[in-house]
């Protein structure tokens, strides 16, 4: 927890240093992300994922105001994500995505951002993460953690590059939407929900659809409770910070998808918010989620008679081959 607090608080401090206010949201979720994958996966797949957020992070800030270019990179980076369900990866690198729509979705990049700011972006996702990951890993060596096992394969090649293909085309729209519309911080959160919704099967994203309304919900009821309570003198960085830390708890103890995504919005929703704006920017969250929800179930309704099309494809016996018992063994 002291962990999580740390570097969140350096990573803000490090953006006010480099006169990058704008991308702080994101060097904050970089860390974020960064801690959770050295968690779980540990450092050198975290190393890995802060390399491929700041590959992603050149284009995104070369391409800012052109709506077709950043819904390319997002595609791009949704197909990518297909294939680490190879590995069942996607839900641990999903916040480094959540980092790359923050960039991309704010309002104020398009005119705080420019190419010349690149180089100093670059740096401040090197140190955030780059420090968070050296402090996971050195707490984790002196505490006597156990290393993370070997990547065991879940989905074949094929499987993959399925949900890949449908992760895109549903990314796609809600880019679209999102930039096209000039949707702002709402658009954030239309972005990332296909994210967090679609599984390599179909079936299987129903239940994930449930938890994330019920989370996004429960999420957004806490921030308004919060706002009833908070003394007006204390900083909303403050129960963000503390929130942010319950999120990276919830996650390493492999804790429920719904109070994960709980803490989760109202980090988000806080981070985002000002004492004016915080119940509007809630309310403005729910409405996001839901369209988000609504397009992704969408396509997989779509997609769905498609894999039971496919299944019973494989299921079915060559027209040649033996019935029975008495074919030959490896004949199945």
């Known amino acids: 927890m002291a962990l999580v607090v740390c570097s969140l608080v350096i990573a803000d401090r490090i953006a006010v240093g480099l006169g990058l206010g704008p991308a702080t949201g994101t060097l904050c979720l970089a860390t974020l992300g960064s801690l959770v994958i050295a968690t779980q996966l540990g450092w050198r797949q975290a190393l890995l994922g802060a390399a491929g957020l700041t590959l992603l992070v ?48 704010n309002p104020s990049n398009s005119v705080a951002l420019r190419g ?12 955030c993460c780059g420090l968070s990951i050296a402090a996971q890993a050195t707490l984790l060596a002196a505490d006597g953690g156990s290393r993370p096992g070997e990547l065991t394969v879940h989905h074949s090649w094929r499987r993959c590059l ?21 949707w702002h911080m709402r658009g954030l959160w239309l972005m990332v929900t296909p994210f967090l919704v679609l599984r390599p099967f179909v079936r299987d994203a129903w239940k994930v659809a449930l938890h994330r309304s019920l989370g996004t919900l429960a999420g957004v009821l806490l921030v308004m409770a919060l706002a009833g309570v908070l003394p007006q003198a204390l900083p909303l960085q403050v129960p963000a910070v503390l929130l942010a830390t319950l999120t990276v708890l919830i996650v390493s103890r492999r804790g429920h998808p ?14 985002d918010s000002s004492r004016a704006n915080l119940l509007n920017i809630a309310d403005e ?18 997609a769905h008679p498609i894999e039971q099309r496919l299944a019973r494809r494989r299921r079915e016996p060559p027209p040649n081959a033996p019935a029975g018992r008495g074919g030959r063994p490896g004949s199945r």
């Open 285 to 302: 969250r729910v409405q996001a989620t839901a369209l988000g929800i609504a397009i992704s179930l969408t396509v997989m309704a779509l």
């Open 116 to 127: 010349s700011d690149l180089p100093r972006l670059l740096m401040g996702l090197a140190l």
């Open 58 to 105: 050149i284009p995104a800030v070369l391409s800012q105001g052109n709506a077709v270019a950043l819904t390319g990179l997002m595609a791009g980076t949704a197909l990518a994500m297909g294939f680490t369900a190879r590995w069942q990866l996607q839900p641990t690198y999903w916040l480094m995505v959540v980092s790359l729509c923050v960039l991309i979705s």
């Open 258 to 271: 719904a109070l994960m995504l709980m803490a989760l919005t109202a980090t988000i929703v806080l981070f």
């Open 162 to 182: 399925a949900y890949g293909l449908l992760l895109t085309s549903t990314t796609v729209v809600t880019t679209l939407l999102a930039l096209g519309d000039h």
